[in-house]
């Protein structure tokens, strides 16, 4: 397979237009349109909303190109844009097929003329068992299609597993699985392609397809790969199938269409320095707020005019740049402190006074699942990167003086009912992918909310296009009639949206093999409540009694930290995980470092954990 990376713009190309060069802004939206176009052309089957989604993708990525912390990230930060666009798609089509119930389904339809399967075949002039895999594509269950998008480009060397895994918020057990599943449905599809094209064909293969109207189903597949399974004619077919991952290995993107590359050109703008506004570097208000213009013929004005009026509002950026996370949202104009928060008010410190932003060096990242709350205290960046987190979180859609490492993401939260603020959205809907939601509503020491506050709340974030996690409550998730219980059938009622759902878990038993058990049946029974993903934001060993906080020894905590790691491993529906917390001191025992260099007995094993 080709090494990945092909489709990625050159660093220094994303640096230059980060900085305001109109050019490279051009460029970078130019070599950044192909991968875009690939992924929603093959997730959304041709549909003819693809070059639509396409332009939305791309209206968010010069918004928020400014606040870009590692350019090397680009690649990754720019697939993750496209899949949530894919998403937000998804989930539109989905409410207007539900409010259009009784007429033609004319949402679901794909676009004649851009038919993906067929147009990889005929653009990329694919013969034999290459053209075969094609068509099988056309075959597979509609939730696989997202999938499809991004493995094709895996095995085509434009994208890593650690992409995939990331751009689909699984985990790389998980999207292994999942993978795995499709690649046997394609290798079933395939079958059945070849039975379908071979002449002579199969003599019973006619009265199977009697009812067939020749449109590729999953329905279909199973019926017709079943009789390809024991038909002794059929079956003899699919003996010469090379595997799927030769076949694709070393393919190039599918080509442009003619009327979307025409619009996209590489140098029309003439570089022109733009006057400082603040104290970023000179030109990011110039990037904020104009498309490049080689973009501009093929976005629609109005969607035009709708982002320059979104981004002029951009006009101040972090103090250092490099030190902002890769989904780094525009700070207020007077920065305040983080809202840290735990399951008691003594347990976390106010956040001290801002210090040093200059960016860690940063070991490798673990894991993207594993993560950590984190509060402002002496070396917190430091500790940070030490920690190899792959996430991070501050109880706040903000992070002052702690820098993201390389190769970690900050994931932003609406804390309470409080935090439901325009500027607090937007800076939620700049800082990511993904928002938390209202920390443990269920007690009064924290967000404090009534279920029906919190439904009545629920829109505005919605309205963010982030993935949502529920509300995090302190206990009882998977207590019927209980907050969470009472939200999740309210949100069903109102059709509100729930991505995942968020939990915490503190442990009073400090046994490791009974703490372990009993947090695995916890998790199992909220999944098997709500069957859908679930985010771990707070856990350790800590027994509350009379208000007072017992912890167990450094090393049964230790001990607790790397079994509990390793059978969240095994739980394909835990998606990440969030240790409570980064810094340790007197009150806050379960923490994994007491300054930025001196990692604790449970922060060395948190640092082994995937």
């Given at each position: 397979?080709?090494?990945?990376?092909?489709?990625?713009?050159?660093?220094?190309?994303?640096?230059?237009?980060?900085?305001?060069?109109?050019?490279?802004?051009?460029?970078?939206?130019?070599?950044?349109?192909?991968?875009?176009?690939?992924?929603?052309?093959?997730?959304?089957?041709?549909?003819?909303?693809?070059?639509?989604?396409?332009?939305?993708?791309?209206?968010?990525?010069?918004?928020?190109?400014?606040?870009?912390?590692?350019?090397?990230?680009?690649?990754?930060?720019?697939?993750?844009?496209?899949?949530?666009?894919?998403?937000?798609?998804?989930?539109?089509?989905?409410?207007?097929?539900?409010?259009?119930?009784?007429?033609?389904?004319?949402?679901?339809?794909?676009?004649?003329?851009?038919?993906?399967?067929?147009?990889?075949?005929?653009?990329?002039?694919?013969?034999?068992?290459?053209?075969?895999?094609?068509?099988?594509?056309?075959?597979?269950?509609?939730?696989?299609?997202?999938?499809?998008?991004?493995?094709?480009?895996?095995?085509?060397?434009?994208?890593?597993?650690?992409?995939?895994?990331?751009?689909?918020?699984?985990?790389?057990?998980?999207?292994?699985?999942?993978?795995?599943?499709?690649?046997?449905?394609?290798?079933?599809?395939?079958?059945?392609?070849?039975?379908?094209?071979?002449?002579?064909?199969?003599?019973?293969?006619?009265?199977?397809?009697?009812?067939?109207?020749?449109?590729?189903?999953?329905?279909?597949?199973?019926?017709?790969?079943?009789?390809?399974?024991?038909?002794?004619?059929?079956?003899?077919?699919?003996?010469?199938?090379?595997?799927?991952?030769?076949?694709?290995?070393?393919?190039?993107?599918?080509?442009?269409?003619?009327?979307?590359?025409?619009?996209?050109?590489?140098?029309?703008?003439?570089?022109?320095?733009?006057?400082?506004?603040?104290?970023?570097?000179?030109?990011?208000?110039?990037?904020?707020?104009?498309?490049?213009?080689?973009?501009?013929?093929?976005?629609?004005?109005?969607?035009?005019?709708?982002?320059?009026?979104?981004?002029?509002?951009?006009?101040?950026?972090?103090?250092?740049?490099?030190?902002?996370?890769?989904?780094?949202?525009?700070?207020?104009?007077?920065?305040?402190?983080?809202?840290?928060?735990?399951?008691?008010?003594?347990?976390?410190?106010?956040?001290?006074?801002?210090?040093?932003?200059?960016?860690?060096?940063?070991?490798?990242?673990?894991?993207?699942?594993?993560?950590?709350?984190?509060w402002n205290f002496a070396g917190a960046s430091q500790a940070l990167a030490s920690s190899k987190a792959g996430w991070y979180y501050t109880w706040g859609t903000q992070h002052p003086g702690i820098s993201t490492p390389r190769g970690a993401t900050f994931v932003p939260m609406i804390r309470s009912a409080e935090n439901?603020?325009?500027?607090?959205?937007?800076?939620?809907?700049?800082?990511?992918?993904?928002?938390?939601?209202?920390?443990?509503?269920?007690?009064?020491?924290?967000?404090?909310?009534?279920?029906?506050?919190?439904?009545?709340?629920?829109?505005?974030?919605?309205?963010?296009?982030?993935?949502?996690?529920?509300?995090?409550?302190?206990?009882?998730?998977?207590?019927?009639?209980g907050w969470l219980d009472r939200f999740m059938t309210g949100a069903e009622a109102r059709g509100h949206r729930v991505d995942f759902i968020t939990l915490h878990w503190y442990g009073a038993d400090f046994t490791t093999a009974a703490a372990v058990n009993q947090l695995r049946e916890y998790l199992q029974a909220v999944y098997k409540r709500y069957h859908k993903p679930i985010w771990l934001t707070e856990f350790a060993l800590i027994r509350y009694d009379g208000g007072r906080q017992q912890f167990p020894s450094q090393e049964q905590q230790a001990a607790f930290l790397t079994a509990a790691t390793g059978?969240?491993?095994?739980?394909?529906?835990?998606?990440?995980?969030?240790?409570?917390?980064?810094?340790?001191?007197?009150?806050?025992?379960?923490?994994?470092?007491?300054?930025?260099?001196?990692?604790?007995?449970?922060?060395?094993?948190?640092?082994?954990?995937?």
């Amino acid at each position: 397979m080709s090494s990945a990376g092909r489709a990625a713009p050159d660093p220094g190309l994303v640096v230059a237009a980060r900085q305001g060069d109109r050019r490279a802004l051009d460029d970078v939206v130019a070599a950044s349109l192909p991968l875009v176009y690939n992924i929603v052309g093959r997730a959304l089957r041709g549909h003819a909303d693809v070059d639509d989604v396409v332009q939305e993708t791309l209206v968010r990525v010069i918004r928020h190109l400014p606040a870009l912390n590692d350019p090397a990230a680009y690649r990754s930060w720019l697939v993750a844009i496209t899949i949530r666009q894919v998403r937000d798609w998804d989930q539109r089509r989905r409410v207007a097929l539900d409010r259009d119930a009784g007429l033609d389904a004319i949402h679901n339809v794909p676009d004649p003329a851009s038919d993906f399967a067929g147009m990889t075949i005929l653009r990329l002039g694919l013969t034999d068992q290459r053209r075969e895999v094609a068509e099988a594509t056309r075959w597979l269950d509609p939730d696989d299609q997202e999938l499809l998008s991004l493995w094709w480009l895996e095995e085509t060397g434009e994208l890593t597993r650690t992409e995939v895994a990331e751009a689909a918020s699984l985990s790389p057990g998980h999207v292994a699985v999942r993978i795995h599943r499709m690649k046997e449905q394609i290798q079933s599809a395939r079958g059945v392609v070849r039975a379908l094209r071979a002449r002579p064909g199969c003599p019973d293969l006619g009265a199977v397809t009697a009812e067939w109207d020749g449109t590729p189903s999953p329905l279909w597949r199973k019926r017709l790969a079943r009789h390809v399974r024991d038909c002794a004619f059929c079956g003899r077919l699919g003996a010469t199938f090379l595997p799927i991952d030769r076949l694709l290995a070393g393919m190039p993107l599918l080509p442009l269409p003619p009327g979307l590359s025409a619009h996209v050109s590489s140098a029309t703008v003439p570089p022109a320095a733009a006057p400082a506004v603040g104290p970023h570097p000179p030109g990011v208000a110039e990037l904020a707020v104009h498309a490049p213009r080689g973009l501009v013929p093929y976005l629609a004005a109005g969607v035009v005019a709708a982002v320059i009026a979104i981004t002029t509002l951009v006009v101040v950026l972090p103090d250092d740049p490099v030190a902002a996370p890769s989904w780094a949202g525009p700070p207020p104009a007077a920065p305040t402190a983080v809202a840290s928060t735990s399951p008691s008010p003594s347990s976390a410190p106010s956040p001290s006074a801002r210090q040093s932003s200059k960016a860690p060096v940063a070991p490798a990242v673990s894991s993207v699942r594993k993560g950590v709350g984190v509060w402002n205290f002496a070396g917190a960046s430091q500790a940070l990167a030490s920690s190899k987190a792959g996430w991070y979180y501050t109880w706040g859609t903000q992070h002052p003086g702690i820098s993201t490492p390389r190769g970690a993401t900050f994931v932003p939260m609406i804390r309470s009912a409080e935090n439901v603020t325009a500027a607090e959205l937007a800076r939620a809907r700049a800082a990511g992918p993904h928002l938390l939601t209202f920390n443990e509503p269920d007690l009064p020491e924290q967000a404090n909310m009534t279920v029906a506050r919190a439904l009545d709340l629920w829109p505005q974030l919605m309205a963010t296009g982030s993935r949502l996690g529920s509300p995090a409550v302190a206990w009882g998730g998977a207590d019927p009639q209980g907050w969470l219980d009472r939200f999740m059938t309210g949100a069903e009622a109102r059709g509100h949206r729930v991505d995942f759902i968020t939990l915490h878990w503190y442990g009073a038993d400090f046994t490791t093999a009974a703490a372990v058990n009993q947090l695995r049946e916890y998790l199992q029974a909220v999944y098997k409540r709500y069957h859908k993903p679930i985010w771990l934001t707070e856990f350790a060993l800590i027994r509350y009694d009379g208000g007072r906080q017992q912890f167990p020894s450094q090393e049964q905590q230790a001990a607790f930290l790397t079994a509990a790691t390793g059978m969240l491993g095994q739980l394909s529906y835990v998606q990440r995980y969030a240790w409570f917390g980064l810094p340790a001191t007197d009150r806050d025992r379960s923490g994994l470092f007491s300054d930025g260099t001196r990692a604790t007995v449970i922060g060395r094993a948190f640092q082994a954990a995937r």
